[in-house]
């Protein structure tokens, strides 16, 4: 069983570059989402979807762009990479709303330069 | 807003002894879920255990308990048996928001265990 796949697991980027974090799942999740993880801060929610073609702001949404077309995928897109965005990230998945069971991703740690 | 705090950013345990880490949390809603995510040095999240508010009994899944307090906005875990494999930061979680699955994280606390 994959479950929930991120690429890459490390990257680092120079100031204003742009980039994709990928996040695929096999599960036939409806519910799928982006979280960044900060030290001393927890995760914080930046998008997240409900369905193919559904796409929602979460708490830091700012510099992030997400697209979702097709159950499987939810790509999390980086426009101008800043400092502050360097982070980890985590994509989850979920497969009935009103549970609050998310299935993680391993991560992928972001650094910008 | 809601809030999840967790005030003990480290904890440390013998193994094979009992530990409790401490969650509280701010909110006006009646109807809402907690949870504790586990997060092992391999950085993967996992689930370990859920409790519905407006279930007064608490939950258990094997060696962990919770302890849910509603009136006090309380939601502590109990390790029982602490395992060498119990390691790994703790996440207290929130959701209210049924149907966008939105969970608010408490900060963490990082614990680690006493061979």
């Known amino acids: 069983n994959a479950g929930v796949t991120q690429t890459p697991k490390f990257q680092v980027l120079k100031t204003g570059q742009s980039m994709t974090l990928q996040c695929a799942q096999d599960m036939n999740h409806e519910y799928m989402s982006w979280y960044r993880q900060d030290p001393g801060m927890g995760l914080r929610l930046i998008h997240y979807s409900v369905g193919a073609g559904i796409t929602d702001q979460g708490e830091v949404p700012n510099g992030y762009n997400v697209s979702r077309s097709t159950t499987e995928d939810f790509p999390l897109r980086l426009l101008s990479a800043a400092p502050s965005q360097t982070s980890v990230y985590f994509c989850?998945?979920?497969?009935?709303?009103?549970?609050?069971?998310?299935?993680f991703g391993e991560g992928s740690r972001l650094t910008v330069l | 807003a809601q809030t999840v705090t967790q005030s003990q950013p480290e904890m440390s345990v013998q193994e094979a002894e009992t530990v409790t880490l401490s969650c509280t949390y701010d909110t006006s809603e009646s109807d809402y879920y907690l949870f504790w995510y586990k997060q092992p040095p391999s950085r993967q999240m996992i689930l370990v255990i859920r409790q519905e508010a407006y279930k007064q009994q608490n939950a258990t899944e094997n060696r962990f308990s919770v302890n849910f307090q509603k009136a006090a906005k309380s939601f502590s875990l109990k390790i029982s048996d602490s395992q060498l494999g119990d390691a790994a930061m703790y996440f207290c979680a929130y959701l209210w928001d049924f149907g966008n699955e939105k969970l608010t994280f408490g900060t963490g606390t990082r614990l680690t265990i006493i061979p």
């Open positions: 989850a998945s979920s497969y009935s709303v009103s549970t609050g069971e998310l299935f």
